[in-house]
Each structure stands twice: as structure tokens, then as C-alpha cells.
């Protein structure tokens, strides 16, 4: 597999297009992920786009009688992609519309059926068939299509008025839109047998609805992703991963590091300055400033898998490797490991605040259940009991909680007791699937990824739509502050920052054609 640099070129800014005759033909200018962008159809006021690297943001401008009916008008950038994607991006307008003319001073400052979003395209041609992820400037969102050439445009309206996230997915000639308000989870829609051939032109666009007024709409968190296709084999196949630096408040999102492989479960170093990872079972030190990579020497343990921890003082790093897995400890600048549980399997979470105990998940009497161990070494201490699977403890930084997560409820859900085992009480109660919580530097509140209930309880695979989600220590409804392609790795192990407000995290794509 290539690098993934080409599919995400985060280092490339176009500027807007220049102003001239309307309806001017595409330019093949870059835009971020895109190859290209311009109108498309006859639009009397040429539009703009422009990608702002620092930011992660993009500008497009447009004005365009409609999307919709037989034929469209609006700005388009987009990349062609051949056979199955994901799009997602998060929408925002900007601006009032402005008459362009005086002719047009009677016209409204802005319509409320101006449309911004996700789109696949057969063609440039105004005509074409497409499928589009819309929304519209009074808060409707929509699912809408044209299935032929000069054909009627189709739409189903999603019950989710006023989302700004938005996400469109190509299987074959079946198409799902997904979209939400920031911090809750999808709406699905679907529709089957539009055919837009084998490559198709997939992007972003802004249509004013307004031939005469010009719009300006903001895009951000912007991902085109290659899924894994049929026949996929997890643990020998694997995608591409995309570690990424998450603001938990605002749900900005921005691109760090990129390997062709698998890099999975960043921690956050104490100092803020670097993340530790796993990759090919082996662990790396990842400079956030200056982009470096160096692995971590944990000889004679280099079978790593991606349950890995640093103690909370940051001076050592526990981890989970072999076959079956054990529980090993070693400087966290590297050095000789150390082997402190002899049975497996065997899998580190977390280490208590005072360092002198490490919480893990192990397999003893045919269930998985929480142990802790002295970190350097002695007997193990069973702390649940109950039917099922019971995974990913890690303490608080207070000490006084083992957050868990648990499937004696028939889902899996979070869960925390106290040290000793006693206390124990469920913090989620919905129909998903809710893994690896992780308690923020301050103490105010946990993130743990949520797969959806047609995952079974007990599994958390590769490659699926995975939301990561806060909620405070104490419970209380979940929030969504990322929409992820990923799963497995993605964030198995506590990744906070230590300001408490980002979070680090593995996202995943293939190579994108």
C-alpha cells in the first residue's frame, strides 16, 4: 500500500477562483483533499472555494439558482473516486446573502432553501445523476438524488432538522446519509440502485438558491475515507490510520500523523509534548511539534498489542504482549521489560495514582474479569465476579474509582467500583455499545467509544462508524464529540491530554485511488 500523505494533502491551499464569465469551466486547482474545484451549471455569479491548512477549514461561495429538478446550479470542489467512500464534514453558513445587482435589491437576503453539503456526481454535467447530503439554510436536511440524465430530483427528508454533521457512503449502488446534530448520534437514510457508474465525483458544494445572491458556507472536520471492502480479513489486512488531535469541546478535529498500516492507542505524555503508540507490535514516540517518530525499546517484549499505559507520574509504561498476552512493565523511555503476571491472557489498562498497583483484564476461570497486580509483581486480586465480559479498567487520578466497562447488562456499558471491587454500578444505559472509559487529567468527566447495536456486545472489531463520547464522572447523558471511521485501536487506551480538553485518537482510511 502507498503512503497516505497523497490522500489527505493537508499541505495544499487553493485560492479562490478568479472572477470572470460566469459559469467559467472547473479548474483542476487542488483543494485539501480534493483534486479540483469550480461551477457547475450556468451560474450567473462565478463561485470560490479555498482550504485554510491551519484551520482545517473550507470556504466555498456560490451562487446558483438550485440544486434540485432537472439540472443544478451551484460550486463544486471534489476528487474522483472509484468504487466505495466515505464523506463526512460538519456544515456551516456564514453569511447572509447580499443582492448582487439592483435589479435584484427586491429579492430576500438570504433563501431559506440555500444548500450546503456532501455530493457524488456522474458528471460535471448540470444534468447529471448525483446523490447529496443537504443541508438547507432553515434546517432541513435531506437525502436527495437524481437516478438518470435530465431526470426529476428525488429526496427523503431526515426527522433530524438543524445537523451540521453530516456523512455520505457509497456501497455499490447503495447510498446512506447520516446526519446529527453536533454531540448527538446519526440519523440513517438509504436509498438503493443509483447508479453513477464506477468513478464518480464526490466532494462538497454550496448552491445559494438565489441566481443572484451570493452565499458563503464554512466546512470543517472534512474527511474522504476509503472503507474496508468486502472480503477484509482483520489482523492480516489493514487500513491505513490517521492519528488524530481532538478538541473534546468544540469537536474540531485535526490530522497529525499518517502511516500506511496500523498505528493505534495514543497516550499523551505528562508533558504534553509527545503520544505513545503501538505499531506492528512494537511501541513509538510520536513529538507532536516537530512530527518525530521513534520507537521505544521494550526488549525482550516486542509482541506489543495495543493495551499499553503510562503510570501516572509518566516514568514507566505498562504493557500487554505475547501469545497469550501478559502484563509487562519497562521505563517509559525505554529499557529491559519486565514480566509481572505469568498466566495469560492477560491485558493492561491502567495503573493506580500511586503507581503501586496495575489494573488488567485477564482470562483465569473461562470469563474475562478485572484483576490487580502489584506493579512489581506478586499475586493477583479478582475484583468481579459477574457473568460476562468485564474489560478496560483504569483508575482515577484520585484513586478512589476503577472506571470499567461491562456486558452483565446484555449491552456493553460503563461501569466503576470502588479499588476493592465493592460499589460497582453501571453510568450507561442505551442501546449501544460502549468501550475503554477513560477519565480526564482533572477529574470531571470520561470518553469511551460507543459502536452501534449491530455489533455484538462483546466485540469491538476494525473499521466500522464509531462515535467517541463524554459524559461527566458522575454519569449523565453521553455527548458525541467525534464521528469516526475506526474501532479497534482507535482509543483503547487512556489518550487525554493533560489540559483536559483534547484527546487523541486513531481514525482510518485505505488509499484512495
Not at 488531535?245 to 500523523?257: F, I, K, N, P, S
Amino acid at each position: 500500500m502507498k503512503p497516505l500523505a497523497p490522500l489527505l494533502a493537508l499541505g495544499c491551499v487553493a485560492a479562490a477562483l478568479a472572477a470572470g464569465a460566469a459559469g467559467q469551466a472547473p479548474r483542476p486547482e487542488r483543494l485539501g483533499v480534493f483534486s479540483a474545484h469550480g461551477d457547475v451549471g450556468a451560474v450567473k455569479i462565478a463561485g470560490s472555494a479555498a482550504y485554510d491548512e491551519a484551520a482545517g477549514d473550507y470556504t466555498l461561495t456560490a451562487s446558483g439558482a438550485n440544486v434540485w429538478g432537472t439540472s443544478d446550479e451551484l460550486h463544486f470542489a471534489w476528487k474522483e473516486i472509484e468504487g466505495d467512500f466515505i464523506l463526512q464534514a460538519r456544515v456551516n453558513f456564514v453569511s447572509v446573502g447580499e443582492p448582487s445587482s439592483p435589479d435584484a435589491a427586491s429579492k430576500p437576503a438570504h433563501n431559506p432553501h440555500r444548500k450546503v453539503g456532501l455530493m457524488a456526481r456522474s458528471s460535471l454535467d448540470p444534468a447529471s445523476p448525483h446523490v447529496t447530503v443537504t443541508a438547507h439554510g432553515d434546517g432541513l436536511t435531506a437525502l436527495q438524488f437524481r437516478r438518470v440524465q435530465k431526470g426529476e430530483t428525488e429526496e427523503i427528508r431526515s426527522d433530524r432538522a438543524g445537523s451540521d454533521v453530516l456523512q455520505l457512503e457509497r456501497r455499490g449502488n447503495t447510498w446512506t446519509a447520516l446526519v446529527a446534530r453536533f454531540g448527538e448520534p446519526y440519523a440513517v437514510s438509504r436509498v438503493d440502485d443509483v447508479k453513477l457508474g464506477a468513478r464518480a465525483h464526490v466532494g462538497i458544494f454550496l448552491c445559494s438558491h438565489e441566481a443572484e445572491v451570493v452565499e458563503t458556507a464554512v466546512l470543517h472536520n472534512v474527511r474522504l475515507i476509503r472503507p474496508a471492502p468486502e472480503g477484509f480479513t482483520p489482523y492480516r489486512d489493514y487500513l491505513g490510520s490517521l492519528v488524530e488531535v481532538l478538541d473534546a469541546e468544540t469537536g474540531r478535529r485535526r490530522v497529525v500523523h499518517t502511516v500506511a498500516d496500523s498505528m493505534q492507542a495514543p497516550n499523551w505524555t505528562n508533558d504534553g509534548r509527545r503520544l505513545v503508540m503501538n505499531r506492528n507490535g512494537r511501541i513509538y514516540s510520536f513529538e507532536l511539534e516537530t512530527r518525530a517518530v521513534a520507537e521505544i525499546d521494550t526488549a525482550p517484549m516486542t509482541r506489543n498489542n495495543n493495551d499499553h499505559a503510562l503510570s501516572f507520574d509518566g516514568t514507566m509504561l505498562g504493557l500487554s504482549g505475547g501469545q497469550p498476552s501478559t502484563v509487562w512493565t519497562v521505563p517509559a523511555g525505554g529499557g529491559t521489560a519486565r514480566q509481572i503476571t505469568p498466566a495469560g491472557p492477560s491485558y493492561l489498562h491502567g495503573w493506580s495514582a500511586d503507581g503501586k498497583l496495575l489494573a488488567f483484564t485477564g482470562q483465569r476461570e473461562g470469563d474475562y474479569d478485572i484483576y490487580v497486580v502489584p506493579a512489581g509483581g506478586g499475586p493477583e486480586r479478582r475484583l468481579t465476579t459477574a457473568p460476562g465480559l468485564d474489560d478496560g479498567p483504569e483508575f482515577t487520578p484520585d484513586g478512589k474509582w476503577i472506571y470499567f466497562n461491562s456486558t452483565r447488562s446484555g449491552r456493553m456499558q460503563v461501569w466503576r467500583m470502588r479499588p476493592d471491587g465493592s460499589g460497582q454500578e453501571p453510568l450507561t444505559f442505551d442501546d449501544f455499545n460502549n468501550w475503554f472509559p477513560h477519565v480526564s487529567p482533572d477529574g470531571t468527566r470520561v470518553v469511551f467509544i460507543t459502536y452501534g447495536p449491530e455489533v455484538a456486545p462483546d466485540d469491538h472489531p476494525w473499521y466500522k462508524r464509531v462515535y467517541l463520547r463524554t459524559m461527566p464522572l458522575d454519569g449523565g447523558a453521553p455527548r458525541v464529540v467525534a464521528y469516526v471511521y475506526g474501532g479497534q485501536g482507535s482509543i483503547n487506551v487512556n489518550s487525554w491530554a493533560p489540559d483536559s480538553r483534547r484527546l487523541a485518537f486513531v481514525s482510518n482510511s485505505g488509499e484512495l485511488p
